[in-house]
């Protein structure tokens, strides 16, 4: 980044740098000559896992433990549910009273939502596969893949084994990378990325502590929402907006977002088939055992009220 000019307007990040001074300094080469520019950074949880390798092959175990703490650093600005300027500068040692109104966090907010359950189950996936696994493995048990790897390990026949198969994959990603961010969970360098608990799980899988994360802000799938508008018109519409409006209370009374509660092609699905029973409801599309015990009994009765 020797770039020495004045109307540099837009420096972009492919990937994670290895410390906040490196990212400082290669932002600032934008907008030097004060008029307005941007920064973006791209980066991904294997981002992480590929900056934690470089570092570890260092051969002086201090210096790595230095460069693995200035990561950490730059991995929580970039998981930042708060000015990112404000946090930014913090690290420098100085500090600013009101958040920027500048950067993404300021401009767009992302909608926090309850993830402690979703949180519990990444972490009880680390922990019956014996913290032997990366990220893309721990994703694949979460959405219920049997892939030869998962075959083989058998660990098809695990407990959180697609226990988060109605969420798609760029939201268990997401969850993780903040999981990984907020130290709930350590990316194991040295051994092929794979994941370790660390001190803080304790109390969140065994002591009732409740986690707040980021809203994962997730593309829209052009052809599924055809598809969904299309299913949408064959199903029972009072019985898909009852089941819509019941969702909205139940998703307000936990205060988490709607999809958390049931997706729209479950519902799509509900008013379809409407389930009469419990195994019933375990025939439908985004229903497991977890949440057919948690809401079962609320949507039959949904669907028995509107079948009257």
């Not at 433990?65 to 650093?73: C, G, P, W």
């Not at 920027?100 to 359950?117: F, H, M, R, V």
């Not at 219920?144 to 226990?163: D, I, V, Y």
């Not at 598809?227 to 988490?256: M, Y």
Request: proline residues 5%; contains cysteine.
């Amino acid at each position: 980044m020797g770039i020495d000019k004045p109307n540099v307007r837009f420096v972009v990040h492919y990937d994670m740098p290895k410390n906040v001074e490196s990212y400082y300094q290669e932002t600032g080469r934008a907008g030097r000559d004060g008029l307005p520019s941007d920064a973006l950074m791209l980066y991904g949880a294997g981002d992480i896992v590929t900056v934690k390798r470089l570092i570890s092959t260092g051969e002086n175990p201090q210096q790595i433990r230095i460069e693995l703490a200035k990561l950490a650093s730059m991995v929580e600005i970039a998981e930042a549910l708060s000015c990112r300027r404000q946090l930014l500068l913090g690290y420098f040692g100085e500090r600013m009273e009101r958040p920027c109104g500048n950067c993404d966090i300021c401009l767009d907010k992302p909608e926090q939502y309850d993830a402690t359950s979703q949180a519990k189950l990444v972490l009880m996936a680390v922990y019956e596969t014996g913290q032997r696994y990366g990220v893309g493995h721990i994703v694949d048990i979460l959405l219920g893949k049997e892939t030869p790897r998962m075959l083989s390990a058998r660990h098809n026949q695990l407990s959180s084994f697609g226990g988060g198969k109605e969420f798609p994959k760029e939201q268990w990603e997401g969850v993780l990378r903040q999981l990984i961010g907020l130290g709930y969970l350590r990316v194991d360098a040295e051994n092929y990325g794979i994941l370790k608990l660390t001190p803080m799980t304790r109390p969140l899988l065994r002591d009732g502590q409740s986690l707040t994360l980021a809203m994962p802000r997730l593309k829209p799938v052009r052809e599924g929402r055809r598809s969904k508008d299309k299913a949408i018109g064959n199903a029972d519409r009072p019985a898909f907006e009852r089941l819509r409006a019941w969702r909205r209370e139940v998703a307000a009374k936990e205060g988490v977002a709607p999809f958390v509660v049931f997706g729209d092609l479950t519902l799509v699905q509900l008013a379809l088939k409407q389930p009469r029973t419990h195994d019933e409801l375990l025939g439908v599309s985004g229903i497991g055992e977890h949440k057919a015990k948690k809401y079962g009994k609320q949507l039959l009765e949904v669907l028995s009220e509107v079948a009257r």
